[in-house]
C-alpha cells in the first residue's frame, strides 16, 4: 500500500478548499461490491474542528486542568460550530451531537449529500483488514475538500471510509509452544508494583475496537487468581457494543486481556471499556470520549494500532490532538508498540512504527521475554522476538513525530534520511506468548501475549503510582525520562541489554526495543515522588 502522504491531490473547483492530510490511497485488495439494501441513506461521521486557541506545551506538562478549563480555552468556538452546522445544512446533513470540549461533531447523511459536501466518491467495497481476512466498507480515495468557508475551520473529516484503521497487538500461541506463563499477581510480585496499594479510587479506561466480554468469565477468572472481582463497565461509542464473539483467538482475546491484566494488578480500581468501531472515526471517538469522561481515568490502556504510515495525517493529527487533551487532563496513555518487530508487517524493508504508539503523547510499550526459577527470581529477561512469523516487538523511529525534548538525553539513532524522529517504546514489560499471560476468555482458559499485554500492565502501575502518590501522571515521560542518559536507564528501571527486534538491537540505557527497561514499581514510586 503506497503511503497517504505521496497521493496527488485531487483539483479543487472553485467555492472550494482541500483538506490537508486528508488523501487515502485505496485499501489493500480492494474490490467494488454491491452496496447492501439501505445503506446509501445514511452514513455518519466525525468532524474535528480547529483550537480556539493553541494548546501550550506547558499546559500538556503542568498541572492537570479541568474539563471545564480545557473546552473554554482550548476547545472548539461557538461561532466555529454553529458556522460548520450551517454549512452542512446547506448539504441536508443532520449533526448529531456536538462535543465542544473535544472538538467533535457527530453528523449523518446520505451518501449523495456526502460526496458533496465532502467533495469525494464514495463506493461499497472489500479488501483486505489489518489483521488478516476481508471485509466490507465504505471506501473513498484521493483528497477531500471543504466548503470554501469552512476552510481551516474543520481540521479532519474521519469515518467516511470505513476501512478497519488498526489490528489488535496479541499473539496465541499453541498449548506446546508455553515454556511458562504468569498471572497478574505473579507479575505484580516480579515488577515490584508499590505494596500498600491496589488501584484504589483510582479509574482505568480501556479502548477496544472489537469483540467483548462475558462478566461470568471475569468473575471465574479473578477467583482463580485469588482477587476480588473489579467493577467493569461498559460504553457503547458510535454504535458499537459489548458484543462477545466467541473466537478466543480473536477481538474477545484481546478484550479478556485487557480487562484481566488491568484488573489482576488494580483490582480495585474502576475499569471502564470502551467499545468502538474499528474505523479512524470510532478510534478517535472513543479516545476523546474516554479522555473528557467523568470521573477523569487515571489511565488509558490501548493495545490496538497499525503502521503510522497506513494512517491519513489528518487521522494522526485528530488522535494526537486527543492525546494532548487527555495528558491535560492528568490521564496517562498507554499504547502498544506492536507486535511485528521493527518492520511492523511492512513489505518494503524498511523499518516502521506503530501508530497511536508513536505519538509523543502516549506511553509506548514494547515487549520481553521473561524467565524466573521457582522462587520467582528473575533469571533472564530479553527484548522479545520469537523469529520469523512468531512475533516481535515493535520499536524504532518515527518518521511522522518530531522528537521531543524529554527523549533528547537518550540518543535516539536516526532514521532513513538522517532525520530522528520520536523513538519508540518508552518502557517494556513480558509480551512473548511463549512466557505471556494466564487469562480466561469465552469459557477457555489459555495463554496470551503480545505488547496488547504490557499496555494494561503500566495503565495498572500508573493508578497505583497516583494512589500512591495522590497526584496524576499525565505526560509520565515527563517524570520517567528526567534522569535518564545515553548508555543509563533511569532510577525505576531494569535495563534489558540483550536480544533484537530486527533492525534494532538492546543496549545498556533506552533502545527501540524495549526503551528505557522494565519497571521496578517500588523504586519508580520514590523516583516519581522525588
Known amino acids: 500500500m503506497t503511503n497517504s502522504a505521496d497521493q496527488t491531490p485531487n483539483a479543487t473547483p472553485a467555492g472550494r478548499a482541500p483538506l490537508p492530510g486528508s488523501a487515502r490511497p485505496p485499501a489493500a485488495g480492494m474490490q467494488a461490491a454491491s452496496v447492501p439494501a439501505g445503506a446509501e441513506a445514511r452514513i455518519e461521521a466525525t468532524l474535528v474542528l480547529r483550537r480556539r486557541a493553541e494548546l501550550p506545551e506547558s499546559v500538556v506538562r503542568g498541572t492537570a486542568i479541568s474539563r471545564d478549563e480545557l473546552a473554554a480555552k482550548y476547545g472548539a468556538d461557538p461561532a466555529d460550530v454553529e458556522r460548520v452546522t450551517a454549512a452542512l445544512a446547506e448539504h441536508g446533513i443532520e449533526v448529531l451531537s456536538v462535543d465542544p470540549a473535544s472538538r467533535r461533531l457527530r453528523v449523518a447523511g446520505t451518501v449523495e449529500a456526502l460526496q458533496a459536501a465532502f467533495g469525494t466518491s464514495l463506493e461499497w467495497a472489500e ?107 461498559a460504553v457503547g ?10 473466537d478466543p483467538n480473536g477481538a474477545d482475546g484481546e478484550v479478556a486481556l485487557d480487562i484481566e491484566v488491568v484488573g489482576g494488578l488494580a483490582p480495585a480500581a474502576s475499569i471502564v471499556v470502551y467499545f468502538a468501531p474499528n474505523t479512524d472515526a470510532g478510534f478517535v471517538d472513543a479516545v476523546a470520549q474516554a479522555a473528557h469522561a467523568s470521573p477523569t481515568p487515571d489511565a488509558i490502556s490501548i493495545s490496538w494500532g497499525q503502521s503510522e504510515d497506513q494512517w491519513t495525517a489528518q487521522a494522526r493529527q485528530a488522535m494526537d490532538d486527543a492525546f494532548a487533551d487527555a495528558v491535560a487532563l492528568g490521564v496517562t496513555v498507554t499504547v502498544a508498540a506492536g507486535d511485528d518487530g521493527s518492520a511492523d508487517r511492512q513489505a518494503d524493508g524498511k523499518p516502521h512504527v506503530d501508530f497511536p504508539a508513536s505519538s509523543p503523547h502516549v506511553l509506548a510499550c514494547g515487549g520481553t521475554r521473561l524467565e524466573v526459577d521457582g522462587s520467582g527470581r528473575v533469571t533472564a529477561e530479553t527484548v522479545w ?30 532514521a532513513a ?72 536507564s533511569p532510577a525505576g528501571f531494569r535495563d534489558i541489554t540483550s536480544g533484537e527486534n530486527g533492525a534494532y538491537s538492546a543496549t545498556a540505557g533506552w533502545d527501540a526495543c524495549t526503551g528505557l527497561g522494565v519497571p521496578d514499581g517500588e523504586a519508580l514510586l520514590k523516583a516519581v515522588q522525588s
Do not use: C, M
Not at 516487538?393 to 522528537?403: D, I, Q
Open 127 to 233: 479488501s483486505e483488514a489489518p489483521s488478516g481476512g476481508r471485509v466490507a466498507h465504505w471506501h473513498r480515495t484521493g483528497e477531500l475538500s471543504l466548503p470554501e468557508q469552512l476552510s481551516g475551520v474543520v481540521t479532519a473529516v474521519l469515518g467516511l471510509d470505513s476501512r478497519p484503521q488498526a489490528r489488535a497487538n496479541f499473539r496465541a500461541v499453541l498449548p506446546h509452544a508455553v515454556s511458562s506463563s504468569y498471572t497478574p499477581v505473579q507479575l505484580s510480585d516480579i515488577y515490584s508494583f508499590p505494596a500498600g496499594t491496589d488501584g484504589g479510587g483510582r479509574t482505568i479506561a480501556i479502548i477496544e475496537l472489537g469483540g467483548g466480554f462475558d462478566a461470568s468469565d471475569l468473575d471465574t477468572y479473578f477467583a482463580g487468581i485469588g482477587v476480588a472481582s473489579p467493577t467493569v463497565t
Open 237 to 246: 461509542v458510535d454504535g458499537a457494543q459489548n458484543r462477545p464473539g466467541g
Open 385 to 414: 522476538n520469537d523469529g520469523s512469523g512468531g512475533g516481535a516487538t515493535g520499536g524504532g523511529v518515527s518518521a511522522a513525530f518530531e522528537l521531543p525534548d524529554w527523549q533528547q538525553p537518550v540518543d535516539v539513532p536516526a
Open 417 to 488: 534520511g538522517g532525520r530522528t524522529g520520536r523513538g519508540v517504546p518508552d518502557v517494556a514489560a513480558v509480551a512473548d506468548p511463549e512466557t505471556g499471560y494466564a487469562v480466561r476468555v469465552d469459557g477457555h482458559d489459555t495463554v496470551i501475549g503480545g505488547t496488547s499485554a504490557v499496555a494494561p500492565l503500566w495503565a495498572a502501575l500508573v493508578a497505583r503510582l497516583v494512589q500512591a502518590t495522590g497526584a496524576p501522571l499525565g505526560l509520565a515521560q515527563t517524570a520517567l525520562y528526567a534522569d535518564a542518559v545515553k548508555g543509563r
